[in-house]
């Protein structure tokens, strides 16, 4: 998306304000609130580009990297993904909002094509920006106006520079999930899927990569099996969290051991967030061992016949 975007037009007096306002409150209550969407929607876009990127199975690691025809379904899967966030039925275009045929579109480029049939109706516009971990959700009424004279094959305008000013933000500049994998090390990635187990891949994750706050979606993908919580939890000393203390590092999570996360001064994690940490100091470890983490201290050599 472009770096910088002028000031929205969309105020009392534009002649698209009623509607687009409309609109925009009809979408946030739909979706829980303002909060609530400034949460939602990030995740939801991160879901659908890293489900089709699929690290785990194909070693791509960014966006770059999907065929065209991937790249295309991407625009499918968010808009199938926000009217379920939206709970929003089918309609003669994208979906109807307020009883008005809305059309979604979606970019992970700069700009977005206009159908000739979404014309001087309303469009939810989408974008994510991969290279900032940027997410954008706006709407515009796609007067011929606001679009390019110059069209593609298709019939498809573009916004124009002055028309963007004429869209109405709901999310602008979000911060969204970064992809996980984006800047891990190809030799890491191929490290960490290497193991033919749940248990062993878990354990190379969290070994190879400490200090980091890692999501509940990465540790099911590295786990690839059905029950992956319980290749975190302590397993009767099976678990990854098991093998990973004998080695001397805590497996972390920002659930249930937020207060240990804080103390030793790690990147704060969310409840739905793991983080691995392998102590330097006695007092670390001690603190650690207060609190029933399970430590083998001073650690053993790594296991690696997990």
Avoid at 124 to 137: H, I, T
Avoid at 155 to 175: M, R, T, V
């Amino acid at each position: 998306m472009k770096k910088t975007l002028p000031s929205s037009l969309v105020t009392p007096d534009h002649p698209d304000h009623p509607l687009l306002h409309a609109l925009a409150d009809d979408i946030t209550r739909r979706a829980g609130g303002a909060a609530t969407l400034a949460e939602a929607f990030p995740a939801m876009l991160r879901r659908c580009i890293d489900d089709v990127i699929m690290t785990p199975k194909t070693g791509r690691r960014s966006y770059d990297e999907l065929e065209k025809t991937e790249k295309t379904y991407i625009g499918t899967r968010v808009e199938i993904e926000l009217r379920a966030l939206l709970r929003l039925s089918r309609g003669r275009l994208d979906t109807v909002i307020l009883g008005h045929d809305v059309d979604i579109k979606n970019t992970m480029g700069s700009n977005w094509m206009i159908p000739t049939e979404a014309v001087n109706h309303p469009c939810l516009l989408v974008a994510a920006d991969e290279s900032r971990a940027m997410c954008y959700l706006g709407l515009i009424v796609a007067r011929p106006d606001y679009l390019t004279v110059g069209q593609n094959k298709d019939a498809k305008k573009s916004i124009s520079a002055n028309g963007f000013a004429h869209i109405l933000w709901l999310l602008c500049h979000q911060p969204y999930p970064a992809n996980f994998w984006r800047n891990v090390p190809p030799a890491t990635v191929t490290h960490i899927f290497a193991g033919s187990t749940g248990n062993q891949r878990m354990a190379t994750l969290f070994r190879e990569i400490t200090g980091q706050p890692i999501t509940r979606d990465v540790v099911e993908a590295v786990a690839q099996q059905q029950d992956f919580m319980r290749r975190i939890r302590s397993d009767k000393g099976r678990g990854a969290r098991d093998h990973l203390a004998e080695e001397g590092i805590l497996l972390l999570s920002g659930h249930y051991d937020a207060p240990l996360i804080k103390a030793l001064h790690l990147p704060a994690c969310t409840g739905s967030e793991f983080i691995s940490y392998q102590p330097q100091t006695q007092a670390e470890a001690d603190l650690a061992l207060r609190t029933g983490a399970p430590l083998c201290w001073p650690p053993r050599q790594s296991r690696l016949d997990l």
